[in-house]
């Protein structure tokens, strides 16, 4: 098989990015200082910035900035946290590492994510907080009704906004409705520092105990003096000063990804046998193009008579529910959730990224009929 025309995920750097960002490692090498420097400290204030936040943290991974923000929370009371069941590992993983519980709530076909109702159906009275998950960069128009109903409970409500840099719904920018929202930098995602992450939060005293924990429990930073439990979750000055000549280019990224989306929507428009999961907010950060199969459709099929016409996919948002993954077959307690089962079952990312052409979405939607045609035959 030749190599495809068109890929899933590509990261953008011009010339100027590649010389800006070398120049600022140059300076990190010689003068030694390679973590939590002055990149690093920019970058937090650029990202608060961008959010409305007043505070931004940086670690090392979004499953750090996950996992920091989760102990901070745990010391204000143990119990379990209502996850929706068709997220990445590292939505459910967290709590557990934690020190909290993971239980699993169902979620809603138009939006990805749990709303009121299926929250009501899950919670139980040893649940704390609410994890919810702005899956391919999709705010839930629920999602202020859904603070507020946690809020009514005394629940505080986390935003795990991986997939949501530039998201907003009705001017707010993903994170900020909770009590805080955790961002990824992976190499991936619409932003990227090759690795990293970010809590963004208002709580004065939530983000000083997100920096206590992401520095191996110790209040000042570079002394060996430890009054938690917490962990090496550290962002390097190398992967600031690449993330913060990312976070400068995200509004252009966001009108881009917007205009090839619109494309894609227009076109899937005259092509049967599929439904897209459109944000009903801007701006959205069309992290992932998703795509519902109709029932009977073999994706796998699909994925390879894609590959054949030169278009490789990407990978689903999630392939399996949460509770299919072996690890937490006995960390989790039992229940049903149909939706997030049915909605990994058949759903597809269609190829998105900022270096994509019109001519490469055409070829996606040339490509479709005679592929689903080969999925369905």
Request: glycine share 10%; hydrophobic share 45%; proline share 6%.
């Amino acid at each position: 098989m030749s190599a495809p025309r068109v890929v899933p995920v590509r990261p953008d750097f011009s010339a100027g990015d590649v010389e800006e960002i070398l120049g600022a490692i140059r300076t990190s090498l010689e003068t030694g200082q390679l973590a939590q420097g002055e990149q690093v400290a920019a970058f937090e204030r650029e990202t608060a910035a961008a959010t409305g936040a007043r505070h931004a943290v940086a670690t090392g991974t979004g499953t750090g900035a996950l996992v920091c923000g989760l102990r901070a929370l745990a010391a204000r009371g143990d119990g379990e946290v209502l996850v929706p069941a068709n997220s990445f590992y590292s939505s459910a993983a967290a709590p557990l590492l934690a020190g909290l519980r993971t239980r699993l709530v169902d979620v809603e076909p138009d939006t990805l994510a749990p709303s009121v109702r299926t929250l009501r159906e899950a919670v139980t009275p040893g649940t704390v907080g609410v994890l919810t998950v702005h899956l391919g960069g999709l705010i839930s128009p629920e999602l202020p009704e859904v603070a507020a109903w946690c809020a009514e409970r005394g629940l505080w409500l986390y935003e795990d906004c991986a997939h949501a840099h530039g998201s907003r719904l009705d001017g707010r920018h993903a994170g900020r409705f909770g009590v805080a929202g955790a961002f990824s930098y992976f190499a991936t995602k619409v932003i990227t520092a090759a690795e990293g992450g970010m809590v963004v939060t208002d709580d004065d005293e939530l983000a000083a105990a997100v920096r206590l924990h992401r520095n191996l429990g110790k209040p000042e930073e570079w002394r060996s003096h430890h009054t938690v439990l917490g962990e090496n979750a550290r962002m390097s000055e190398l992967h600031a000063a690449v993330g913060r000549v990312q976070l400068r280019r995200l509004d252009e990224f966001l009108a881009v990804r917007d205009r090839l989306a619109r494309q894609y929507t227009a076109g899937l428009a005259h092509i049967p046998g599929l439904t897209p999961v459109l944000p009903r907010h801007t701006a959205a950060s069309w992290y992932k193009y998703v795509v519902l199969l109709d029932p009977g459709t073999d994706r796998a099929a699909l994925r390879a008579a894609l590959a054949e016409a030169g278009v490789r996919l990407g990978g689903e948002i999630y392939e399996k529910p949460l509770d299919a993954q072996p690890v937490f077959g006995s960390l989790l307690p039992p229940g049903r959730h149909p939706v997030a089962d049915d909605l990994c079952a058949r759903h597809i990312c269609l190829p998105l990224h900022t270096r994509m052409t019109k001519e490469d979405i055409g070829l996606v939607l040339s490509a479709l009929p005679d592929a689903l045609k080969a999925a369905t035959g």
